[in-house]
């Protein structure tokens, strides 16, 4: 079920090979903004060099109540090698905080980036994100809601702008609308973050879903899927790609055949590579 994990692991060990001994620096514990009475850290890793260089916001998963961004360090050292500013961050956890806080503090890291431009060496202009699971679903939210969303927050650095320029999505679910799920997952993740049942909370259900705020300025989208996912369906992938192109918008998906909600080997190997080559064409200066 949290298969996410040691993708993202495998994912950072197996990343490709083209960085060579790329010299990086780190940095851990970085206090990024206030979620409510909590002080929101992140991990960084970047290039050692001048820059500016393009970012990527790592968002782990867990199901909204659970995870560590500590799992996602070996994928920001990984980006780091391969040219890239990479964070991987905290946020607030269902029961005790419930959607929005999730994507508040998703975009209140994107503003910090964006405030400590100069002093990380990022390019304000070319700022990705991706996520696994629950933080595949905050990445596509993070790309799709725009600031007319109502989802901003009060995380800090209120000046700046959360807008993205590339999402990649490993098995996030984007359309809570239509209930297709079961009680048990209802109960176990959906009641918990949304603070009810589909048809107690249809008006938040509604804005939590990324597929809600698809327009033609959404940034470019890469969904990687596997076809045998039994706990966030393969369709949640299919049905946002198909509205991104509706509209005008930039969306692929890559279908792992064979696998469920994570995989491994050969085929972890190649979405990595997917992966990053993704982030460098879209991201590019």
């Known amino acids: 079920m949290f298969r996410w994990l040691a993708v993202a692991l495998i994912l950072a060990l197996g990343a490709p090979l ?17 979620g409510g009475d909590v002080d929101l850290e992140l991990d ?3 290039p050692d ?15 909204w109540k659970a995870g ?7 994928l920001t050292e990984v980006l780091a090698k391969n040219g890239f500013v990479a964070v991987t961050i905290s946020y607030r956890f269902a029961p005790k905080y419930q959607f ?24 304000p202009d070319r700022i990705g994100a991706v996520g696994f699971s ?6 596509c939210l993070l790309g799709a809601a725009d600031e007319k969303a109502g989802l901003e927050g009060n995380g800090g650095n209120p000046k700046h702008s959360t807008r993205i320029q590339a999402v990649v999505s490993f098995f996030g679910p984007t359309d809570f609308t239509d209930k297709t799920w079961s009680k048990e997952v209802e109960a176990a993740f959906f009641i918990p973050f949304l603070g009810g049942t589909f048809e107690q909370k249809k008006d938040v259900y509604r804005k939590a879903s990324p597929i809600t705020y698809c327009t033609k300025d959404a940034p470019p989208f890469l969904f ?9 369906g393969i369709d949640q992938s299919q049905k946002m790609v198909k509205r991104l192109r509706d509209v005008g918008a930039s969306a692929e998906l890559i279908t792992v055949k064979g696998e ?18 993704f982030f460098k064409d879209k991201l590019s200066q």
Do not use: F, M
């Open 18 to 34: 083209d960085a060579g001994e790329a010299k990086i620096r780190t940095e851990k514990k970085i206090v990024y903004g206030k």
């Open 44 to 46: 960084l890793a970047a």
């Open 100 to 123: 929005p806080a999730q994507i508040e503090d998703c975009k209140a890291a994107v503003r910090w980036l964006r405030a400590n431009a100069d002093k990380y060496r990022v390019n």
């Open 260 to 277: 469920g909600h994570g995989w491994g080997g050969e085929k972890l190997q190649q979405s990595a590579d997917q992966t990053v080559r």
């Open 49 to 63: 060099g001048k820059g500016p260089y393009p970012a990527i916001v790592c968002i782990h998963g867990g199901g």
């Open 68 to 74: 560590s961004r500590q799992s996602l360090n070996l």
């Open 134 to 139: 629950a933080g595949g679903h905050l990445s």
């Open 224 to 232: 990687i899927h596997g076809d045998q996912d039994k706990l966030v």
